[in-house]
């Protein structure tokens, strides 16, 4: 067997996982869902399921990565009792990281191109209804898009083709810190903003009415907050497992899994201030979907000094969160293929650029070619890719980590305690046993079934 890679340092391991967790969920997706099922009622859901679902799992897969030193590919095999079927969820994390990335890499090639069209200068001096517009053709277009698509895939295999430490870990280090420092520019912009107060309100004053506005009622808003809470941490596929499987035992596990969820949060709530006070400063619909930070936040440079180049640096250092995600899905893609099927690392890049770039191309046809097609209560190829990720493969994906690390017939509580607790730093609070066996399954359990049943039935 390789020996493992490690990182550098416990910053560079901070950074990475929260690379991975930071990324178009924080910037994109929450402000478009948040606008969708109506602002600060749907935020307060969301962060209650960030602290009391998503923590405690973080902390378990990152134990299983740890303890197993494999991805997830591998890593049930190695902790099962004998005998057991655990191992069997290495397939639902490989077709959970397969399916985001099927469409994770269209949005990643949108932050490109606007990239591109901030340096070109498109939208300087224009009306906040030819950057809709903007958007709108560029969904039309599938060579366009298809073209930003396949070079974030080539450039992001092109890093982790150098390997864990000289360019997964240093690139992501100055890049996080880079948009950090930007996002709070941004915020100071966007509440200034004339009329900004009516958007603030919207995403910072709770109007739990607004819960039940969605179709399909309450309980499709409190599924699509459970769903957000895993994407933006991203947990039950094993994507951050990996990254436990590349640290040693210096340091216990809790506290580590809150640093990067406070990161992860703080970015998120960022974007929203960025976000809100934009849409109502410009009249742009807060409700419309993944377009929305497409659509405002060309608007918000137009208005500020130096507005072009401020675009230009905030789109690239989001390129780059996207990328610090794509990558660390694309190490985890390429370790299964070493792990499953012993190929080497060239091989396994190889073959996986191919067929990361083939199941892409639905996505990126979906908004034009195929725009007919149309699932009932979900929507179109990219909603359907998202919806099978992240209110599915997620959610049970988390249910199969927590009950591996708390059940007797799984890898059991005490190993996952003792994994958990080695190393400096705060410790898994033993206490909460109870709540993590049998109060958080039923929860999520609860929250999946009455989700499907209110969002289906509508
Ligand atoms: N957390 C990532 C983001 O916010 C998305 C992700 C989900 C990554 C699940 C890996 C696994 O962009």
Redesign the pocket.
């Known amino acids: 067997m390789r020996e493992r890679e490690k990182f550098g340092s416990r910053l560079g391991f901070i950074l990475i996982s929260a690379g991975?967790?930071?990324?178009?969920?924080?910037v994109w997706?929450f402000p478009w869902i948040t606008g969708q099922y109506g602002g600060a009622a749907f935020v307060l859901i969301y962060l209650l399921f960030l602290l009391i679902l998503g923590l405690p799992i973080m902390v378990m897969e990152f134990a299983v990565g740890r303890a197993s030193q494999l991805s997830a590919a591998r890593s049930f095999h190695a902790l099962e009792p004998r005998g057991t079927k655990w191992h069997l969820y290495g397939y639902g994390a490989m077709l959970?990281?397969y399916m985001?990335m099927a469409f994770?890499t269209t949005v990643g090639g949108w932050m490109l191109a606007y990239f591109y069209k901030m340096v070109k200068g498109e939208f300087v001096n224009v009306t906040p209804a030819y950057i809709g517009d903007s958007f709108n053709q560029m969904l039309g277009n599938p060579l366009y898009m298809g073209f930003w698509m396949v070079v974030t895939v080539l450039l992001c295999f092109a890093v982790c083709s150098r390997g864990l430490r000289n360019g997964v870990e240093k690139i992501n280090k100055v890049m996080m810190t880079c948009l950090l420092v930007l996002i709070l520019v941004l915020v100071v912009r966007s509440v200034t903003l004339p009329g900004a107060a009516e958007g603030l309100a919207f995403y910072l004053k709770p109007d739990f009415s607004k819960l039940y506005e969605a179709e399909g009622g309450l309980f499709e808003s409190i599924f699509a907050a459970m769903g957000q809470a895993?994407?933006?941490?991203?947990?039950?596929?094993g994507?951050?497992a990996i990254f436990g499987s590349y640290i040693d035992q210096d340091r216990s596990l809790t506290g580590e899994a809150i640093s990067i969820t406070l990161l992860?949060t703080f970015v998120a709530l960022m974007s929203g201030l960025i976000i809100f006070p934009a849409c109502s400063s410009f009249g742009v619909d807060a409700g419309q979907g993944p377009a929305l930070i497409f659509v405002t936040l060309p608007n918000i440079f137009n208005q500020m000094a130096g507005g072009r180049f401020w675009g230009a640096l905030f789109f690239l250092f989001m390129a780059f969160?996207?990328f610090s995600?794509i990558i660390?899905?694309f190490e985890n893609i390429i370790s299964f293929g070493m792990d499953l099927w012993g190929w080497s690392r060239k091989k396994t890049v190889v073959f996986n650029l191919f067929f990361v770039l083939l199941i892409s191309l639905p996505c990126v046809l979906g908004f034009n070619v195929w725009s007919g097609f149309s699932v009932p209560h979900i929507g179109g190829v990219q909603d359907l890719e998202d919806f099978i990720?992240s209110n599915n493969l997620?959610p049970l994906g988390s249910l199969v980590y927590l009950l591996f690390c708390t059940s007797r017939y799984g890898w059991g509580w005490d190993n996952f305690l003792r994994e958990a607790d080695a190393g400096d730093g705060l410790k898994f609070p033993k206490g909460l046993r109870i709540y993590v066996t049998y109060v958080l399954p039923a929860i999520v359990l609860f929250i999946f079934a009455m989700g499907y049943i209110q969002k289906f039935s509508a």
């Open positions: 991975c967790a930071i990324g178009l969920g924080n997706r959970g990281n985001l994770y895993f994407f933006t941490l991203s947990l039950g596929i994507a951050l992860d969160a996207a995600t660390a899905v990720v997620l």
